[in-house]
């Protein structure tokens, strides 16, 4: 039976204890474990603890930059039952995650096999993929094994971790981190490396550089996937000054000459974290939904490189009206948001300024050269104390060599033995001095090695070589001593290794080279859509069941088509792929299509049901048009109607616009066209009112005023004309007649009216 003491710790909640203190307090708990042990990086060196544990598992396995690579299974093994009791999938996430130099800009681990793609392809199991440290990640960590900083126990105190990389180079900033904690969250774009260090030199030499001037030596983030920065230069300065903020950035893009006219557009950059493949497919559905007329084709033949071929339509299309409207209907632009919320000191989560990120490194640098000077120092020593007993050895060779060879206890004997002092230069005011407990004695350390020296270790020039090791080493030490004690020779310090990192890895090297570049995003977004069709005639033809279509050229509208069984044409016109076309729904509603995404004339078209959300039990009452600045008279079966501006019932959406509003059981009879100074109803009832234009109001939406009185039935068609020249229409021979003498039918409006002319067609339509 297990002691007491053993038994799991059970905090109660009592009846006393309200719940919700007792639910804030443990949540509280959960968020500052994710907030400080997870998702945020440390401002110091730019890792989460997971990458951190990564690297230093790598590290303790020796996967140099130079050395053999080993199974990702091994690695991410190590790192799960060493330091990161976690999902093994979700570590060699993170470790193929520094692998990809698509997401990093200094990519920290070497993968070998598949890592994953641009293409958002995901990485091989990790037993078939391998790893190994890179030469950046390796300037990180260097400094581990010289006290350069602070190590913790790991989850279970049998090994220990760094709790924060010595980091060489501002990596935060270099790689950028993304991360949602609870109730915060980071977001950090990659910069370029040698603009970074250059950063840091300007603040070593002023502390207090303004932001601005910070922001000239770094302009903006540098991708890995490289691309166009297009977002203005204010809003970018407020981003830095701020920590909050977003980058516009566009895909790269150029103009290929076919020859004979023709050209192609080949985009060979794409933003930061878009995937080729699904970019790809956004294209196609452009094409497909007609939602860019000048796009006519994308092909992907990317290899190594990244290279998109957009075709357009027409050669006499302005390539840069092509990439405007693709801009702004793919994800050929994107926009990157700036969070640069970090652990300072590990410590406390604060969104920091440009120049604030860059202090935490710098700061973040001296004490890691401080902590590594001061343990050269103890090193130094400690060898300076064995050179020195080693010096008392060749002095007395001989008392040495008899000691050794018949005392009893020989290091007891070399301990109590009176040797004198060697002699030895002066080295200033940082002169070291021998540890030794008294006067001419031996000190354990010396005695100890003494009697570990070789016998080959006896020969005169041996003794020449301690000597100038030992003053080499004061001089050494004086120097670190002097370091030490000056802050402004530490700055310098810092500034010489940050000088070094910069040629290793820096703009003139193949890796720092800038890839994103800047530019203007210019006017070219104001195009409009119409201005983008390439305007060609077409027959729309739709049918009494709602299958439209538009066929190429102006076919003849008395020509016989095709449709489905039991269906017929209900609608056929001229019009041109530029036009937009009104759909007039029974249920009071306008919607909007567009002439070139109308389906092609193959087949019976589409259902226009797909395009614009008719009801089912909606019939299409008109379908026209669409011309700028005209008035459109709108009647509903009850008798009511107004005038509307054609502006006025133009849809933005496929769900379209309510025009008229509808009682129970009344539908929109018809929507006509204004041409004319009066108005005539005819009734189910076959009676005939005209009135004046003047007296129908005009109106952007609503019921509508009474347009004839009815006992039973209600409206059947209405019309407009000019009263002078006479109300026309078609008597059952087909014949067209024009009444000119209405004074019997002209009335005030809202009256029953007359019963219609001798002649009038039986089914009450004009």
Request: with cysteine.
């Amino acid at each position: 039976m297990a002691d007491e003491d053993d038994a799991p710790k059970i905090e109660p909640v009592t009846v006393s204890e309200p719940l919700a203190r007792a639910i804030g307090e443990r949540y509280l708990t959960y968020a500052l474990s994710t907030i400080m042990h997870r998702a945020l990086p440390d401002a110091r060196d730019g890792l989460k603890p997971v990458h951190r544990r990564i690297l230093f598992a790598m590290r303790e396995l020796r996967l140099t930059a130079t050395g053999g690579f080993r199974k990702s299974a091994k690695i991410s093994g190590d790192v799960m039952g060493n330091y990161h009791p976690h999902g093994d999938a979700a570590i060699y996430d993170a470790m193929a995650r520094l692998a990809q130099d698509f997401n990093v800009r200094y990519p920290l681990v070497d993968g070998q096999g598949n890592f994953g793609n641009i293409d958002g392809d995901n990485p091989a199991a990790a037993r078939y993929t391998e790893a190994r440290l890179t030469a950046i990640s390796e300037t990180l960590m260097d400094g581990l094994a010289e006290n350069a900083v602070d190590f913790r126990p790991n989850y279970d105190g049998t090994l220990e971790e760094p709790v924060v990389m010595p980091a060489a180079f501002p990596n935060l900033l270099a790689n950028g981190s993304s991360g949602i904690a609870v109730g915060m969250a980071t977001n950090i774009p990659p910069h370029n490396l040698d603009e970074l260090i250059q950063g840091c030199h300007a603040l070593l030499k002023d502390a207090h550089l303004a932001d601005d001037a910070l922001a000239a030596i770094i302009p903006g983030p540098d991708f890995p996937t490289g691309g166009v920065i297009v977002e203005p230069r204010d809003a970018i300065l407020a981003a830095y000054r701020t920590g909050r903020g977003s980058f516009r950035t566009r895909a790269k893009w150029q103009v290929e000459d076919l020859g004979r006219g023709t050209w192609q557009i080949v985009v060979t950059e794409i933003p930061y974290q878009v995937q080729k493949s699904k970019l790809i497919e956004k294209l196609a559905e452009l094409i497909e939904l007609k939602k860019v007329p000048l796009l006519a084709d994308v092909r992907d033949e990317s290899a190594e490189d990244v290279r998109i071929v957009i075709e357009p339509r027409s050669r006499t299309v302005e390539p840069d009206m092509l990439m405007s409207a693709l801009f702004r209907n793919s994800e050929l632009e994107s926009r990157f948001s700036l969070n640069m919320n970090v652990l300072i000191d590990g410590k406390v989560p604060k969104v920091c300024s440009l120049k604030e990120v860059l202090k935490a490194f710098l700061d973040h640098r001296r004490d890691v050269l401080k902590r590594r000077s001061q343990h050269r120092v103890e090193k130094i020593d400690h060898r300076l104390e064995i050179l020195e007993g080693f010096l008392i050895t060749f002095l007395n060779l001989d008392r040495v060599i008899d000691i050794i060879r018949y005392d009893e206890d020989p290091k007891r004997a070399l301990m109590a033995e009176d040797w004198g002092r060697p002699h030895r230069r002066a080295l200033n005011e940082k002169d070291y001095v021998a540890p030794t407990p008294g006067e001419g004695e031996l000190t354990d350390i010396q005695a100890e090695a003494i009697l570990n020296m070789r016998l080959r270790s006896l020969r005169r020039l041996e003794e020449l070589e301690l000597i100038a090791e030992r003053d080499a080493l004061m001089k050494e030490r004086a120097g670190l001593a002097d370091l030490l004690d000056s802050d402004r020779q530490q700055w310098k310090r810092i500034g010489v290794e940050l000088e070094d990192i910069r040629k290793q890895f820096g703009k003139d090297t193949v890796l720092g080279k800038r890839r994103t570049s800047f530019a203007e995003a210019g006017d070219a977004e104001e195009v409009s859509f119409e201005a983008m069709i390439e305007r060609e005639p077409i027959t729309v033809i739709c049918s009494q069941m709602g299958w439209i279509r538009a066929l190429k050229g102006q076919v003849d509208l008395a020509a016989e088509q095709k449709f489905k069984d039991g269906d017929g044409p209900l609608f056929v016109f001229h019009a041109e792929t530029t036009d937009k076309i009104l759909l007039i729904g029974a249920n009071g509603r306008f919607y909007t299509l567009l002439g070139v995404s109308l389906p092609g004339g193959r087949g019976m078209g589409e259902p226009v049901r797909l395009m614009v959300d008719l009801p089912n039990d909606a019939g299409i009452v008109g379908l026209m048009i669409f011309r700028p600045g005209e008035k459109l008279l709108v009647a509903s079966t009850a008798g009511d109607g107004f005038v509307v501006a054609s502006d006025e019932v133009l849809a933005q959406t496929r769900a379209g616009k309510q025009v008229m509003t509808l009682g129970d059981g009344v539908r929109l009879a018809l929507c006509k066209r204004v041409g004319g100074d009066h108005v005539a109803v005819v009734g189910d009832n076959r009676k005939v009112l005209i009135f004046a234009l003047a007296e129908l109001p005009e109106m952007a939406k609503g019921k509508g005023v009474r347009l004839q009185k009815y006992k039973d039935g209600g409206l059947s068609d209405a019309t407009t004309f000019e009263l002078a020249r006479g109300l026309s229409w078609k008597d059952p021979a087909g014949r067209t007649r024009t009444e000119t003498d209405l004074g019997e039918w002209l009335a005030a409006r809202a009256t029953a009216g007359r019963m219609a002319p001798r002649g009038f067609p039986r089914d009450n339509r004009f």
